[in-house]
């Protein structure tokens, strides 16, 4: 079974700059998770999905940040513009449904670096 | 709202000894989930093990054992036989049932020595 994929791996950027982060999930996983994991700390949940729709996004800057789940599979986070603070780790995770015991299944990151 | 504490940033061990981790966490729920995940250097998080609140046998998976004192809020994890490959960032997290967020802990660095 594939895992998680995320791309690109790592992406370096000035600040007021916009970037884009991907996600593919598990197949057949319904739900979809970003966190933001700033170095030295644990992932803070950003916003999760349910399908196509939105279940938590009480932590999102909606001011700079955005998330879409079109379809209900692939998702993207966008940062614009970018600050310097939102030098992190985003991951992305998926797990089989909401509100059930089931494991949240991560993808390797993408460190985003802002100068 | 729920905190999860770390309160070892680093800790090592020799290889084939036993180490424990620490975590506590806060909450005014009775049914809860805990986890610990592994983050080795630039690779994905996996769980190591999970623990149901409602239940009072500690959870065990191969050289991984918890230690869950529920009136203590304090979850602690115990990896016997230590080996290199176990050197990674671990993770406590806390999680409410009916919910999927997970609330982390800083984490905890451990360094397996040859």
């Known amino acids: 079974e594939a895992g998680v994929a995320q791309s690109p791996r790592y992406k370096i950027i000035e600040k007021r700059q916009s970037v884009a982060f991907w996600c593919n999930p598990i197949?057949?996983?319904?739900?979809l998770y970003w966190y933001q994991q700033i170095l030295g700390q644990g992932p803070k949940l950003l916003i999760q999905f349910q399908n196509n729709g939105v279940v938590d996004d009480s932590q999102l800057p909606k001011d700079r940040f955005s998330a879409e789940r079109l379809k209900g599979v692939d998702s993207t986070l966008k940062i614009q513009p970018a600050k310097l603070e939102d030098s992190a780790v985003y991951l992305c995770?998926?797990?089989?449904?909401?509100?059930?015991?089931?494991?949240?299944?991560f993808g390797p990151g993408t460190r985003l670096t802002v100068t | 709202a729920q905190t999860v504490t770390q309160s070892q940033p680093e800790m090592s061990v020799q290889e084939a000894e036993t180490v424990t981790l620490s975590c506590t966490y806060d909450?005014?729920?009775?049914?809860?989930?805990l986890f610990w995940y592994k983050q080795p250097p630039s690779r994905q998080m996996i769980l190591v093990i999970r623990?149901?609140?409602?239940?009072?046998q500690n959870a065990t998976e191969n050289r991984f054992s918890v230690n869950f004192q529920k009136a203590a809020k304090s979850f602690s994890l115990k990896i016997s036989d230590s080996q290199l490959g176990d050197a990674a960032m671990y993770f406590c997290?806390?999680?409410?049932?009916?919910?999927?967020?997970?609330?982390f802990g800083k984490g905890t660095k451990l360094t397996v020595n040859p």
């Open positions: 623990q149901e609140a409602y239940k009072q």
């Open positions: 995770a998926s797990s089989l449904e909401d509100g059930g015991p089931y494991e949240q299944y």
């Open positions: 909450t005014s729920e009775s049914d809860y989930y």
């Open positions: 997290a806390y999680r409410r049932s009916g919910s999927e967020k997970l609330v």
């Open positions: 197949s057949g996983h319904a739900t």
